[in-house]
């Protein structure tokens, strides 16, 4: 399997319309759903329901002047991470560790992917020193490159002779940009205002140091006449404005056009002026880049071929057919998010979305739901039955389409928000962030963020207006005031796994099955195609603390689940909201089966997916009582009502268990039908 996969599909007049009005909605449910980019071309093409076009993201040209015949310099109000060029510029620091403001934007993005190539880079080189910058993968960004540059840190105050003394090292880094622009034959490179954020250079300075690093680069002959576009890219108004003013002020040159412009729909960017629409979310998780390492032996050089990127954008601009193209590390990804796009788009008068994510959607959501119904004229009704929650749109075809993208873009946020709280409370429960005289540190939420920084590795960060030194574990305030910070392990010390405290990892078929396992997939008419090994440090933990409490020995167990739920077990372990099954006979709780075919029969309403995706897992059954078709979870097992069955079994192959903290995940099997190999 390459290590990154991309499939193109088109798009007929119809379909266009419909994701040209909710293109945001669309790239995001694909983002989340399936771990998926999506990239839209040519949608406007095909027309809309109307003038209403709020899916789409909005960018805005705020100005442009041509420094010469074949290099222009333009100023840009958009969000770097979804902004169209062959290359963006991330403000770095030297360890390359991504950990706040852009740098972490543009990681979450682009996925691990970049993270992990600086590390690699990192390694080999030490550090990227101030003022230099080096050129990296973009992973799954709507670019090519990323250049990472590395700007003057400054102190929260600084004091004239401080931003006098960096000012030279904010011009070389700007400088180091455009050499590697010139030297790679990049046409077209988005640059944010460097070392203004978290790096405290005033927006003024910077803004000016900028245009005027770039003036000169210019005016020294740099560019030799070759075609480049060079764009300030900023999402803060200040930041645009300040850009905008030092531009006009910079370059008051005679002899050259200047243009302002207002909203420009982002659709209408390119990478080098063509007209391809790009609408770009999320956290896109992306496993193998080894041969990009390799090849690029600490990243000096550009490994992408030798087709122009001006060449291939012209020709896609000549070519206006609508179409979609997906970027994933993972071919079945590609498949499952073809085929969900494929379902929602298709014209019908009724849908229904069934994502037990529903049942955290907040007031509102549901205020949001209200709304959709006015904008699409359709019929929007939720309901919650078997311990199933879902939402049933009905009216005209299109209509229900627009409403289902972006009812599933809604589902996605609340299963982030359900996500998210679950990590906060396994942190919690096995490491403690505290500060003596800084009490909000140790509340569950910012314990856990602090926690996802030192997993991570990055040693030096701004939180809550502090600044936090991990490598010194010390919290100082504007006034430099400083407190001592202590971890706390509550069960056993635990280090980072590859910067987190999850991960899932392709294992051969070898390493997984033997001939009896081989047995199961094959008696149920499956043919495992990849098995990924599913590791999470915290869960672990718990578990092994559970098995010490319930003095019980694991069981094997198998649980089959949807697509869009894989890595969110692997982030948060077996929930009873992520994948009931399509009867739930004993009740609420967190059923699995001690066979291979079990799971398909409980599990049998997922037939309309690509792939066939079994977990198997170490359950704690524990106290079990054995229930009929009838009876409910849980059952008390003594007068005590708090006394419970850790779990049910029909004394056949189904199990029911109370808590997700019983189970720990370690293999995800993706099959296909043995007729489809």
């Given at each position: 399997?390459?290590?990154?996969?991309?499939?193109?599909?088109?798009?007929?007049?119809?379909?266009?319309?419909?994701?040209?009005?909710?293109?945001?909605?669309?790239?995001?449910?694909?983002?989340?759903?399936?771990?998926?980019?999506?990239?839209?071309?040519?949608?406007?093409?095909?027309?809309?329901?109307?003038?209403?076009?709020?899916?789409?993201?909005?960018?805005?040209?705020?100005?442009?002047?041509?420094?010469?015949?074949?290099?222009?310099?333009?100023?840009?109000?958009?969000?770097?991470?979804?902004?169209?060029?062959?290359?963006?510029?991330?403000?770095?620091?030297?360890?390359?560790?991504?950990?706040?403001?852009?740098?972490?934007?543009?990681?979450?993005?682009?996925?691990?992917?970049?993270?992990?190539?600086?590390?690699?880079?990192?390694?080999?080189?030490?550090?990227?020193?101030?003022?230099?910058?080096?050129?990296?993968?973009?992973?799954?960004?709507?670019?090519?490159?990323?250049?990472?540059?590395?700007?003057?840190?400054?102190?929260?105050?600084?004091?004239?002779?401080?931003?006098?003394?960096?000012?030279?090292?904010?011009?070389?880094?700007?400088?180091?940009?455009?050499?590697?622009?010139?030297?790679?034959?990049?046409?077209?490179?988005?640059?944010?205002?460097?070392?203004?954020?978290?790096?405290?250079?005033?927006?003024?300075?910077?803004?000016?140091?900028?245009?005027?690093?770039?003036?000169?680069?210019?005016?020294?002959?740099?560019?030799?006449?070759?075609?480049?576009?060079?764009?300030?890219?900023?999402?803060?108004?200040?930041?645009?404005?300040?850009?905008?003013?030092?531009?006009?002020?910079?370059?008051?040159?005679?002899?050259?056009?200047?243009?302002?412009?207002g909203a420009v729909q982002g659709r209408n960017q390119s990478m080098a002026s063509s007209s391809n629409n790009s609408v770009r979310f999320g956290d896109v998780r992306e496993k193998a880049f080894e041969k990009e390492m390799k090849m690029r032996k600490g990243?000096?050089?550009?490994?992408?071929?030798?087709?122009?990127?001006?060449?291939?954008?012209?020709?896609?601009?000549?070519?206006?057919?609508?179409?979609?193209v997906f970027n994933s590390v993972f071919t079945e990804a590609l498949r499952e998010a073809k085929a969900w796009m494929l379902n929602v788009l298709n014209q019908s008068d009724n849908m229904t979305i069934?994502?037990?994510?529903?049942?955290?959607?907040?007031?509102?959501?549901?205020?949001?739901?209200?709304?959709?119904?006015?904008?699409?004229?359709?019929?929007?009704?939720?309901?919650?039955?078997?311990?199933?929650?879902?939402?049933?749109?009905?009216?005209?075809?299109?209509?229900?389409?627009?409403?289902?993208?972006?009812?599933?873009?809604?589902?996605?946020?609340?299963?982030?928000?359900?996500?998210?709280?679950?990590?906060?409370?396994?942190?919690?429960?096995?490491?403690?962030?505290?500060?003596?005289?800084?009490?909000?540190?140790?509340?569950?939420?910012?314990?856990?963020?602090?926690?996802?920084?030192?997993?991570?590795?990055?040693?030096?960060?701004?939180?809550?207006?502090?600044?936090?030194?991990?490598?010194?574990?010390?919290?100082?305030?504007?006034?430099?005031?400083?407190?001592?910070?202590?971890?706390?392990?509550?069960?056993?010390?635990?280090?980072?796994?590859?910067?987190?405290?999850?991960?899932?990892?392709?294992?051969?078929?070898?390493?997984?099955?033997?001939?009896?396992?081989?047995?199961?997939?094959?008696?149920?008419?499956?043919?495992?195609?990849?098995?990924?090994?599913?590791?999470?440090?915290?869960?672990?933990?718990?578990?092994?603390?559970?098995?010490?409490?319930?003095?019980?020995?694991?069981?094997?167990?198998?649980?089959?689940?949807?697509?869009?739920?894989?890595?969110?077990?692997?982030?948060?372990?077996?929930?009873?909201?992520?994948?009931?099954?399509?009867?739930?006979?004993?009740?609420?709780?967190?059923?699995?089966?001690?066979?291979?075919?079990?799971?398909?029969?409980?599990?049998?309403?997922?037939?309309?997916?690509?792939?066939?995706?079994?977990?198997?897992?170490?359950?704690?059954?524990?106290?079990?009582?054995?229930?009929?078709?009838?009876?409910?979870?849980?059952?008390?097992?003594?007068?005590?009502?708090?006394?419970?069955?850790?779990?049910?079994?029909?004394?056949?192959?189904?199990?029911?268990?109370?808590?997700?903290?019983?189970?720990?995940?370690?293999?995800?099997?993706?099959?296909?039908?043995?007729?489809?190999?």
């Open positions: 399997m390459s290590n990154k996969e991309q499939g193109q599909m088109q798009l007929v007049s119809e379909q266009a319309a419909i994701l040209g009005k909710c293109a945001g909605a669309f790239c995001h449910a694909i983002s989340v759903k399936f771990n998926c980019t999506a990239i839209l071309h040519n949608v406007e093409e095909a027309g809309s329901f109307g003038s209403d076009t709020s899916g789409v993201w909005h960018a805005k040209k705020r100005y442009s002047r041509k420094l010469s015949r074949t290099v222009e310099i333009s100023v840009w109000k958009d969000d770097l991470t979804r902004h169209k060029v062959e290359a963006v510029v991330n403000a770095a620091n030297e360890k390359l560790k991504h950990g706040g403001g852009l740098a972490q934007a543009l990681c979450d993005a682009g996925g691990p992917a970049i993270q992990k190539w600086s590390d690699y880079y990192i390694q080999q080189m030490k550090r990227v020193k101030t003022g230099d910058a080096v050129l990296g993968p973009a992973g799954n960004l709507p670019c090519k490159h990323i250049i990472h540059a590395v700007g003057p840190k400054l102190s929260q105050n600084p004091s004239k002779k401080e931003i006098d003394d960096a000012a030279p090292l904010l011009y070389n880094a700007v400088k180091s940009i455009l050499l590697i622009v010139a030297k790679e034959n990049i046409a077209s490179v988005a640059i944010p205002a460097l070392s203004s954020g978290l790096f405290n250079f005033p927006r003024d300075r910077c803004a000016e140091i900028i245009v005027k690093a770039i003036q000169q680069f210019h005016e020294n002959g740099r560019f030799q006449d070759k075609n480049f576009e060079i764009r300030l890219v900023n999402n803060d108004e200040p930041s645009v404005r300040e850009m905008e003013r030092a531009t006009k002020a910079v370059l008051d040159l005679s002899g050259t056009s200047a243009s302002y412009g990243g000096a050089k550009s490994q992408h071929g030798t087709t122009s990127f001006a060449s291939a954008s012209k020709e896609t601009t000549a070519n206006k057919v609508p179409t979609v069934k994502n037990n994510h529903g049942i955290y959607i907040d007031q509102r959501d549901h205020e949001n739901l209200f709304s959709l119904q006015t904008k699409f004229h359709v019929r929007i009704e939720e309901f919650f039955r078997n311990g199933k929650d879902a939402i049933t749109i009905t009216g005209n075809p299109s209509d229900v389409s627009c409403a289902a993208i972006e009812v599933e873009s809604m589902l996605c946020k609340a299963k982030e928000y359900f996500a998210r709280a679950k990590e906060r409370e396994m942190l919690y429960s096995v490491v403690r962030w505290s500060c003596k005289g800084v009490p909000w540190i140790q509340t569950p939420e910012n314990s856990a963020v602090l926690e996802k920084y030192y997993l991570s590795g990055i040693g030096n960060f701004d939180f809550n207006n502090h600044n936090v030194n991990l490598m010194s574990s010390t919290l100082a305030d504007n006034s430099g005031k400083r407190w001592n910070l202590e971890r706390t392990c509550l069960i056993t010390p635990f280090k980072s796994l590859n910067n987190s405290f999850y991960g899932r990892t392709p294992v051969s078929r070898n390493d997984y099955v033997g001939k009896e396992e081989t047995k199961d997939f094959i008696a149920c008419g499956l043919h495992i195609l990849k098995v990924d090994k599913l590791e999470n440090i915290v869960l672990k933990q718990l578990f092994e603390k559970n098995m010490q409490r319930m003095k019980d020995k694991p069981k094997r167990l198998y649980q089959r689940v949807s697509a869009q739920f894989c890595d969110l077990i692997c982030r948060v372990g077996f929930q009873k909201e992520i994948t009931p099954p399509a009867e739930q006979k004993y009740g609420s709780g967190i059923y699995f089966s001690s066979t291979v075919d079990g799971a398909m029969k409980l599990w049998k309403d997922q037939e309309h997916e690509q792939y066939i995706y079994i977990i198997q897992a170490q359950v704690l059954t524990g106290k079990s009582k054995t229930v009929s078709p009838h009876s409910s979870l849980p059952s008390p097992l003594s007068k005590d009502p708090l006394d419970h069955f850790d779990s049910l079994s029909d004394l056949q192959e189904s199990y029911v268990i109370i808590s997700g903290q019983q189970a720990l995940p370690e293999y995800l099997i993706i099959c296909t039908r043995s007729s489809h190999v």
